[in-house]
């Protein structure tokens, strides 16, 4: 089973630009679908990007312009590049990997706070 870490999340100011992690505790060259989703206080967890093996990537329309996702398969880490920081990007993200007829685990996802 892969476990997954996130990392990178702190506070920032709005406007500020932050990088968040996700390492992987194998290998992530057999997944073909990789995604961030954030989850806010009080809030259901929303997709925030994915990217899928052979196609270009998607976002939400909050984040879009603003947020990449991007991969590294040699060091197993799926990073998520957020830029033009609002505060109502504030919500803890997590990470999830998808492959056929597996799905990783959520991991403790990392806290990203957006002050005004």
């Known amino acids: 089973q892969v476990q997954l870490v996130e990392s990178g999340g702190a506070l920032v100011q709005a406007g500020g630009s932050l990088r968040l992690s996700c390492e992987a505790s194998?290998?992530?060259?057999?997944?073909?679908?990789m995604g961030w989703y954030r989850q806010a206080p009080g809030k259901e967890r929303e997709l925030v990007a994915t990217?899928?093996?052979?196609?270009?990537?998607n976002y939400a329309d909050a984040v879009k312009g603003r947020f990449t996702i991007s991969k590294d398969n040699a060091k197993n880490t799926v990073y998520l590049q957020m830029n033009s920081l609002k505060p109502e990007d504030t919500a803890v993200y997590y990470c999830?990997?998808?492959?056929?007829?597996?799905?990783?685990?959520w991991g403790k996802g990392t806290l990203v706070t957006v002050s005004s």
């Open positions: 999830k990997l998808t492959r056929q007829r597996y799905v990783t685990p």
């Open positions: 990217i899928l093996i052979g196609s270009s990537a």
């Open positions: 194998g290998s992530i060259a057999s997944f073909s679908a």
